[in-house]
């Protein structure tokens, strides 16, 4: 049994793939059909690790926003309390990833110790060389609590397992 229960939430614009990235992880698998209902749906997953030989585990609680619309930005009470954040774009949709920097300052105005992860999903829909573009030019690794920024596919899968085990692990582990 975990005995440690952390928050993270997904942010990012309306069609991105919030909802699908948790599914990826949560359930491992995949719809081309979901249907959103308003408010917001907490899913649980518990994660294990061992660090120098000690095996942990942490009580993964992830936050999403269902039914959100084109024009409505996210709250402030949604991202409180949350020790992480994946913050995701659409590479097919450019005004998405322009987005990215006014929810990374969002999320670090609520929470300043916070850890970040930046997704940049539906890699299953573009090609390697516009791909090789955009994360040079949306990468955020600079940023000291920005873990890493992966190109993901909730639909093929790719780094998403990955991505969230990362940011678990770097959550319980103390900050060096
Ligand atoms: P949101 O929760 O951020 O609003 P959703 O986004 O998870 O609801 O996804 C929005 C749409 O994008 C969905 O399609 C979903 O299937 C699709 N999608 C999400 N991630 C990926 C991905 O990695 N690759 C591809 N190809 N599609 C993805 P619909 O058609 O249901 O609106
Ligand atoms: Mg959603």
Known sequence: MANISKKICLVGDFSVGKTSLIRRFVEDKFSDRYLSTVGVKI???????????????????????????????IAPSYLKGASG?????????PETLESLQRHLDLFFSVNPQGLVMVALNKSDLAVEEKLARIIQLYNFDLHPQVLAT???????????????????????????
């Open 43 to 73: 899913s649980r997953k518990v994660v294990e690790f061992a660090t120098n030989q000690i095996n942990q585990s942490v009580n993964l609680l992830i936050w999403d926003i269902e039914g959100q619309t084109k024009f409505q930005s």
């Open 85 to 93: 954040s994946i913050i995701v774009a659409d590479i097919t949709r």
């Open 150 to 176: 992966y190109v993901t596919s909730a639909k093929t899968g790719e780094y998403v397992e990955l991505m969230f085990r990362q940011l678990a692990e770097n959550m319980i582990k103390p900050l060096v």
